[in-house]
């Protein structure tokens, strides 16, 4: 579009990505940091395992409620509230560390405070997007917020162990100090405050759960998108899955915890370089065929990963499986961010990513009853053989075939 500024010149948007960068950073440091710590001062590993599945659950009990308030309050207002309660949050807990009053039902108790902020953080940032990025640009942006996750994971937890390394109170210190940055960032990028076609103020609210219910909905409605929707909550499932019979395939290989890491390692690699050949990827098909390919190719690559060929082998059908996947990420975000309405993109992101977590705990569940049932290569084989299967069914779906993720950038909100 004549007169459309270039997106790297986007001031507010590299505003709210540098934010976000820097936040995610600061989280993945601390992601390997505190079942550290936890260890440390409690000798209990089923305590870090509480304290981590604390936090997810605060998550999902609130991420419904908060992707409809998102759409009701002062989306730059919450933004700024959540970064900085998760700073206070870090600055807290790396004062108990320092003091030696830490106790665990602190850590218990801050981790789902942190969750609580993190399920408000993430609709708005979602929102944020689409009101100060041009519809032409948002592949772009996705494409550069896809790099920023697979760069920020990738780098996290080992500069998270080497800081936790200097003492136990510095990846915290660290992480208050990266909220605080991003809080700042997120107040100069000026967030839009309320979508521009909410409703008139004398509509009549439904409650909170009418809300949700009018975002299921108008999901419902939407073919295509919805068929989508299942396809990747059915990848989430059996994607969680495959980790644990990996590592089990390793060892059964002669591999120790220092080659299963390794190996491990070549997720990320592909992550990374996926997330760089995204946009580029995410050109060559629709968004319904684009999806089918890429359960396909995981698919295959998985049960890939079970052929005779060494210890080290599994590194390369690995590459493939995250080379591939961060394509239909950013080509999802754009085709969400171009169909749903302004107002409703809060819930609507909440119903997505409660969809989406709602199967992936029973991933590892799967895939260690299976590794133990058929081993790591059986498994790992039974993996990839139905999420080839979940291509065949998608591409017989006319739907997805013919999904664009155009065909309801018209529809009225009325509709739903």
Not at 356 to 365: C, F, H, I, S
């Amino acid at each position: 579009m004549p007169g459309t500024v270039p997106l790297r010149k986007n001031a507010r948007f590299q505003l709210l990505w540098a934010g976000s960068a820097v936040s995610q950073l600061g989280s993945e440091l601390t992601r390997l940091a505190m079942p550290l710590l936890v260890l440390a001062l409690t000798g209990s590993p089923g305590l870090a395992g509480v304290v981590a599945g604390a936090r997810t659950v605060a998550f999902l009990l609130i991420q419904l409620p908060a992707g409809v308030w998102v759409d009701r309050w002062d989306r730059r207002r919450t933004l700024v509230t959540a970064q900085g309660l998760q700073a206070a949050v870090s600055a807290l807990l790396a004062a108990l560390v320092l003091t030696g009053n830490a106790q665990a039902w602190q850590f218990v108790a801050l981790a789902m405070l942190d969750g609580l902020c993190a399920a408000f953080t993430g609709p708005v940032l979602d929102t944020a997007i689409r009101g100060i990025v041009p519809r032409s640009q948002l592949h772009s942006a996705y494409t550069q917020e896809e790099a920023r996750t697979h760069a920020a994971g990738l780098l996290g937890p080992p500069l998270g162990g080497l800081l936790y390394g200097l003492g136990r109170a510095v990846p915290f210190v660290v992480d208050a100090v990266t909220f605080l940055a991003a809080t700042v960032c997120y107040a100069l990028a000026r967030v839009p405050r309320r979508p521009a076609d909410r409703p008139s103020p004398r509509q009549e609210r439904r409650g909170l759960l009418g809300e949700a219910g009018e975002a299921v909905v108008w999901l419902w409605r939407q073919r295509g998108l919805r068929e989508a929707t299942a396809a990747v909550m059915v990848l989430n499932l059996l994607g969680g899955a495959f980790l644990i019979p990996l590592i089990v395939l390793v060892g059964e290989r002669g591999g120790d915890s220092r080659v299963t890491g390794t190996v491990l390692a070549a997720l990320g690699v592909g992550g990374l370089a996926g997330a760089l050949l995204s946009g580029r990827i995410g050109r060559l098909l629709p968004p319904g065929r684009l999806l089918t390919a890429v359960v396909a190719v995981f698919g295959a690559a998985l049960a890939a990963t079970a052929l005779p060929w060494g210890v080290w082998w599994p590194m390369v059908p690995l590459v493939f499986i995250t080379l591939s996947t961060p394509s239909l990420n950013v080509v999802m975000n754009v085709v969400v961010a171009r169909m749903v309405p302004e107002e409703m993109l809060g819930r609507m992101g909440a119903v997505l990513n409660m969809g989406g977590m709602a199967l992936k705990p029973l991933g590892p569940v799967l895939g260690g009853a299976l590794a133990a049932a058929l081993g790591g290569a059986g498994a790992v084989v039974v993996l990839g053989g139905l999420l080839v299967l979940t291509a065949v069914v998608a591409a017989l779906s006319p739907q997805l075939r013919g999904f664009t993720g155009e065909a309801a950038d018209e529809a009225p909100y009325a509709s739903a």
